[in-house]
């Protein structure tokens, strides 16, 4: 539909002298009202005819199809307001019920939302909880590891922890001169 290109509108002239109104064919049948748009109309009563003169009998067909569905439509319409003015407390009623209804519905649904959330949330806190203190306790152990391999290098190995302090302390020392001659500079 939307890349099929907008035809030219036609002239009046065009239109009476080049083609006639086009129809589609009737669809297969509709349920409920498809009976007056599928039926095969009687013939036109000429007094109805849409352009006397010059009848289109497709045209015809459609404009009683119309007029009948119309015309049933607005007969159900007043069975209905008939209806509702000899029921109207009870459909009032039942109205109300319905939205009373509806009402405790949906303050169900918020309260399970609401329990659902906190349960949810609770869950969270707890693993945040316990990640956090699996994290502590790893760190920790860690920490007390490496101060013990410290312990045992610099126990096994004097003369080089003495040695590596040394070279760390010269070079620190060198850029701290650096840095305070380019400073004052």
Not at 85 to 94: F, R, V
Not at 146 to 163: D, H, L, M
Request: no cysteine; glycine share 6%.
């Amino acid at each position: 539909m939307a890349t099929e290109p907008i035809p030219e509108p036609l002239t009046h002239q065009d239109v009476d002298t080049n083609r006639a109104p086009e129809f589609r064919a009737s669809r297969a049948q509709i349920p409920d009202n498809g009976e007056a748009l599928n039926a095969v109309s009687p013939p036109a009563n000429p007094t109805r005819e849409l352009m006397p003169g010059n009848p289109s009998p497709q045209l015809n067909r459609a404009a009683e199809a119309v007029g009948t569905t119309l015309g049933r439509l607005v007969n159900q319409a007043r069975g209905i307001s008939v209806a509702t003015d000899e029921s109207g407390p009870s459909w009032k009623e039942t109205a109300q019920r319905k939205a009373e209804e509806a009402k405790a519905k949906a303050s169900q649904a918020v309260s399970n939302v609401q329990e659902s959330a906190s349960a949810t949330y609770q869950q969270t806190k707890e693993r945040v909880g316990e990640t956090v203190s699996e994290v502590k306790h790893k760190t920790s152990d860690a920490l007390l590891d490496a101060r013990q391999r410290a312990r045992e290098y610099s126990y096994n190995n004097p003369v080089q922890v003495i040695a590596g302090s040394a070279a760390a302390g010269f070079l620190a020392g060198v850029v701290l001169r650096v840095w305070r001659s380019s400073r004052y500079e």
